[in-house]
């Protein structure tokens, strides 16, 4: 256990953060050493893992940072459809994406390049272009840190949504390894976001997982500030969910306003369904085409501002402190909703 930790190197914001009290879990023998330490069970805890999805509120974290990292990859299970694979919590994510395509692997392409590490992955349902992590889970294994129960729960159980799970209600369970389940064929999604173009201005008809993968990694490349180089947690707001009513009070406004209908309504959005349908539907809009239209794009105020290519990002240019981007934070909300009436969210874990 470390004491007065630097959390520095694990939060992507990049922030002077430091921990109480720290510790490394490298096996289960570690997990169950910390459950029986008085002192960490007398102690508010945190899970950390990659730190690119949260903001740390103050400079000092007054408690124990548990930071999983069991390591470890296994084929499970292989048929002439699928491959069943367990990853353990503490490999990279991207890494471990890399990994499914060099075997030929289809499910986790449109998710290549997010930050962060295995464990996270299913506590968010990380998506992107097109694609969320729930589609290729199978099954979570956790351990819960009081109680030191051992817990898998299949797909269902993990109550996946749009950037939820069940496992953001339990701050004490750990993901110490998640089953993924792979399709040895698939079908490519390239309808979302810039992909199909992107193949096109390259001639690339007849696209292979690899293409699609390197083609997500160059969009991401050119969009997101560089893990490392600049500070940001990606996506600092949600997407906004509103009803149908509000979309077309919107939209009558703002006609070239992007939207997408959410899960629940990608089936039934259809004019010929009942007032009561289209009233209970849900439609998507993109946070950062609200905040872009609300004027802070490329916005710079001290050590923090708005990325200039994608106005969902917040960033920290360094020497900042955390507190200057909660206030960017509120300042963002109330415009948005002052001029669109919508309420934006923070998909961040505000610590
Ligand atoms: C440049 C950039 C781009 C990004 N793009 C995307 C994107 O396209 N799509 C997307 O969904 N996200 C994106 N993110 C956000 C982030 O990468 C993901 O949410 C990622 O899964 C967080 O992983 P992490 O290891 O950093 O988790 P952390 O930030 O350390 O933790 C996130 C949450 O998970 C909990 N947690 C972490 N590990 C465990 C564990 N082993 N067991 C239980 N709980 C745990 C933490 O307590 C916390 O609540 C981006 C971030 C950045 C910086």
Redesign the pocket.
């Known amino acids: 256990m470390e004491k007065n930790f630097s959390l520095r190197e ?3 914001f990049g922030f002077d953060i430091r921990a109480k009290y720290f510790q490394e879990l490298k096996s289960m023998d570690d997990i169950h050493e910390l459950i029986e330490n008085p002192e960490f069970r007398q102690t508010h805890h ?9 903001l740390f509120s103050s400079e000092f974290f007054d408690g124990f940072v548990v930071y ?1 990292n069991l390591r470890g990859i296994e084929t499970l299970e292989e048929t002439d459809e699928t491959v069943k694979i367990r990853c353990y ?1 503490g490999e990279v ?1 991207k890494d471990f994406v890399d990994y499914t395509i060099s075997k030929g692997l289809y499910g986790l392409e449109n ?1 290549a390049d ?4 295995v ?3 299913p ?6 272009y097109g694609a969320e992590v729930k589609d290729a889970i199978y099954q979570v294994h ?1 351990i819960d840190l009081m109680t030191g129960n051992i817990r898998i729960f299949n797909n269902d159980e993990c109550e996946f949504s749009y ?1 939820n799970s069940i ?2 209600k339990y ?1 004490s ?4 390894a998640v089953d993924f389940i792979l399709k040895k064929r698939g079908n490519l999604k390239l309808d979302y976001g810039n992909i199909r173009n992107y193949l096109a201005n390259k001639n690339i008809t007849n696209p292979t997982l690899q293409d699609v993968a390197a083609t997500v990694k160059a969009i ?1 490349a050119e969009k ?4 490392g180089v600049v500070g ?4 600092f707001f949600q997407n906004a969910i509103v009803s149908v009513d509000k979309y077309h009070e919107i939209k009558m406004l703002y006609p070239d306003m992007p939207s997408y209908p959410v899960d629940t309504a990608k089936t039934s959005f259809r004019p010929e369904r009942s007032a009561v349908e289209k009233s209970t539907a849900l439609i998507k809009i993109p946070s950062g085409w609200l905040i872009d239209r609300a004027g802070w794009k490329g916005y710079r105020e001290n050590h923090v501002g708005v990325w200039d290519k994608q106005a969902l ?1 917040l960033v920290h240019y360094g020497g900042g402190k955390p507190q200057e981007i909660l206030d960017l934070m509120k300042k963002i909300q109330d415009s948005v909703y002052n001029k669109f009436g919508i309420e934006i969210k923070p ?1 961040v ?1 505000i610590i």
Not at 46 to 54: E, M
Not at 114 to 117: A, E, L, M, Q, S
Not at 224 to 227: A, K, N, Y
Not at 232 to 235: A, F, Q
Request: with cysteine.
């Open positions: 694990l939060n992507t945190l899970i950390l893992s990659g730190g690119s999805n949260i999983p919590c994510w998710l997010i930050p962060g590490k464990g996270a992955a506590v968010q349902n990380i998506g992107a956790t950037r496992f953001k701050k369970i750990i993901i110490f991401r997101l500030p560089e893990v940001s947690v990606g996506s990002v998909e874990n």
